[in-house]
């Protein structure tokens, strides 16, 4: 079940139906031959092909943009929300086991994503305290919340010139970061957000809005 918060900025939280999270569970997908790694070695992702899986998180992503046509409106008022369509996707991505590193600093997601969406999956005999939690940042008002990483909890929200975010320092851990990253792209650039070499070098100052 989905609640839904206004601040820091619009996000939905909560988590799936127990026996779909363990079905999930039983089907990630472990093959090292499949894994797409970033440049940094701190992430690699496998693309979900299991039907039932992406069935249901599709209708989960393409609910959440028809629930906040208004806030598109609001951040994006020349934006026609008759063309807020896209294609979903999804992820199994993992932060590997190893030594303590630092994770994603503060960002925005790409200007195509409409809904971005993070599903967690917690090893059961990991300790709570071992960081790699998700901060959501509101850089008007410099306010942030912490959603820590766990079992089972889902955060979705919607691509917004304010949607900030980062994940905090990731201690060393005997357990892979586990988490499903649900996409739902569009073809219209909301902003020009990017990276250089991999890395954050834009602020909120920075960006332009392609539809203010």
Known sequence: M?????KPWPHFVGSLPKDFYQYVKDSWNEDDAKKKWNKCKKRSN??????KINTTLNDISQDI????????EKFYPRLDTNKLTGVCSN??????SRLAYTMRDLHIDNGN????????????????GYGGNLVLHNPITG?????????NKIILFPNTPISWHRITFRRCSAHTRRFICMRLESKLKLHNYQTKNGKEFMNYE???????
Do not use: A, M, Q
């Open 91 to 96: 992820l199994f991505s993992e932060n590997p």
């Open 206 to 212: 920075d960006l332009k809005n392609n539809y203010e």
């Open 65 to 72: 943009l028809s629930k906040t046509t208004d806030v598109f």
């Open 46 to 51: 496998i693309i979900i092909e299991d039907d």
């Open 143 to 151: 306010k942030e919340k912490l959603f820590e990483y766990g079992e």
């Open 113 to 128: 994503k409409l809904v971005t969406g993070l599903w967690y999956f917690r090893h059961e005999n990991e300790e709570y």
């Open 2 to 6: 989905l609640k839904y918060y206004k």
